[in-house]
């Protein structure tokens, strides 16, 4: 079975400092990868997807993702973050081989803090 | 507001109780996922329900059980609660099964279970 691994827990940064949150999935096929965010209170929302094509993608709010096949990596990062942005972020993957059955398998999260 | 809908938007029940969750999917959309969120075991994929057929099973407990109606809505069944059920339970839905590859899940507002 497919696995995420997110492996910060927490991350407290600045206001304006740069963020980058790591993901790495364990699958060897061919993989579909999202990072959602999930704000206090409210339900999961999409940043970003990754499909095929370019490996660096760019989602809502400013955030990006680069998608890295050789180190099955998905790491997230946004140049200059805000308060806004302070929120838990999932990393989830979907293996679309054939005979796979499309479970949406997601990391154990980060806690992003932002302080003014 | 992602399209999809869950009720109730909180539940609180003693141990040894059931309670039924619902979700109603996108319009359209055939796939419905329920999650877990806790504390100590992050977000756990629990079911996965295709045109009123199971499709995926995850990390469900033997006391709960769902199902997928023809007019597509779904309902999560807890039985014989405890403590540590109490949790987010997450709902999603996605357009079509074999052809998940390039979309995602939108993700409801939760049901929120506390079992006291």
């Known amino acids: 079975a497919q696995s995420v691994s997110q492996h910060n827990h927490h991350v407290i940064l600045s206001e304006a400092a740069s963020l980058e949150l790591g993901c790495n999935y364990s699958y060897g096929g061919t993989v579909n990868l999202f990072w959602y965010v999930q704000y206090p209170g409210q339900h999961l929302q999409l940043l970003l997807k990754?499909?095929?094509?370019?490996?660096l993608v760019k989602g809502i709010k400013g955030f990006e993702a680069e998608f890295i096949k050789s180190k099955f990596s998905f790491n997230l990062r946004k140049p200059s973050v805000q308060w806004s942005d302070t929120a838990e972020y999932f990393c989830a993957v979907i293996p679309i081989s054939s005979g796979s059955a499309r479970q949406l398998t997601f990391g154990s999260g980060t806690q992003l803090t932002v302080l003014p | 507001d992602s399209g999809v809908t869950q009720t109730p938007k909180h539940l609180i029940t003693a141990t040894g109780q059931r309670v039924t969750l619902r979700c109603s999917p996108r319009s359209g959309d055939l796939s419905v996922y329920w999650y877990q969120q806790s504390l100590d075991q992050g977000l756990q994929f629990l079911i996965q329900y295709y045109n009123g057929e199971e499709r995926a099973k995850g990390n469900i407990l033997e006391r709960f059980s769902a199902q997928q109606f023809p007019d597509l809505h779904s309902e999560l069944n807890l039985s014989s609660l405890e403590l540590g059920d109490s949790a987010l339970y997450f709902c999603?839905?996605?357009?079509?099964?074999?052809?998940?590859?390039?979309?995602?899940?939108?993700f409801g507002q939760g049901t929120r279970l506390t079992v006291v």
């Open positions: 990754y499909f095929s094509g370019d490996p």
């Open positions: 999603a839905s996605s357009p079509r099964r074999s052809r998940i590859t390039n979309t995602e899940a939108f």
